[in-house]
């Protein structure tokens, strides 16, 4: 049997909250008495496949995630709290420089990289077995859900210009998987490029996209969970509740 590679999760909890109506950061805001980052943390730090985390929050929030988060709960996965960009992309940048160095417990520099939204709090450990087996034969892979509603194409004018195939088409999800080699390439290369992209218009919306901009490489879609919902406004937060409740009657 292949020896496991290094498994690094990297969290994703440096946004605002500002579609939550709320003055506080939705990570931070209470999910069933408990901090929602919480949920993705304790799945990582429970999980087989999973070696060790980078999370990465809002500068302003540093010391309070290390003190009432990290240490707090116990994650001894985490390895490094750091700060994030503006942007999602500026924050997932940071993570693959600090991944490759010293600045790291352990650095992976020939492992796979699980990048995950900290919003979504219902990452399984099926999940991540499941995108860790895919990532070993694909090297890269995306946690994602076939879309159940049928989608528009619209013109510039907000009429409808085509119908895509429903079978086609799929809700992207976190977290998303890839080799170490193939992420850290991929966002230098963005890095690299990115007034380019400005001018463009592009906007980089997943780290997908950075690999399929940047390398040749396929993303293949393993099929994930509708219960994985990301957290962005006060009624995903009541279906989050919801989805627990049930869960703890099961």
């Known amino acids: 049997m292949d020896k496991k590679k290094r498994c ?20 931070f805001m209470p999910l069933c008495n408990k901090p929602l980052i919480c949920y993705a943390l304790e799945a990582v730090e429970k ?12 500068a302003e929030d540093l010391v309070l995630v290390t003190e009432e988060i990290v240490k707090k709960y116990r994650y001894h996965k985490v390895d490094t ?8 992309y500026a924050s997932v940048a940071g993570a693959m420089r600090l991944i490759l160095s010293e600045d790291m417990a352990v650095p992976n520099r020939d492992g796979y990289v699980f990048i995950h939204d900290g919003a979504r709090p219902f990452l399984t450990e099926r999940i991540l077995r499941d995108t860790y087996e895919a990532v070993q034969k694909y090297g ?6 076939r879309s159940k509603d049928t989608v528009k194409i619209a013109d510039e004018d907000g009429f409808v210009a085509k119908t895509p195939d429903r079978s086609l088409i799929w809700n992207m999800h976190t977290p998303q998987v890839f080799d170490t080699k193939l992420i850290t390439g991929a966002y230098a290369a963005l890095e690299k490029n990115l007034q380019e992209l400005k001018k463009k218009g592009i906007h980089i919306t997943d780290d997908a996209m950075v690999v399929e901009y940047f390398t040749d490489h396929r993303v293949k879609l393993v099929e994930g969970s509708y219960e994985n919902i990301k957290l962005t406004t006060p009624e ?5 509740e919801k989805i627990l409740s049930t869960a703890s009657d099961r």
């Open 140 to 145: 890269a892979c995306v946690s994602a859900v």
């Open 81 to 88: 709290v750091i700060a994030g960009g503006e942007e999602r």
């Open 47 to 58: 999980s087989e496949v999973i070696d060790d985390c980078i999370l990465v929050t809002r």
């Open 236 to 240: 995903d937060l009541a279906i989050a």
């Open 8 to 27: 690094t999760a990297v969290i994703l909890a440096a946004g605002s909250g500002s579609r939550m109506k709320s003055d506080r950061a939705k990570q």
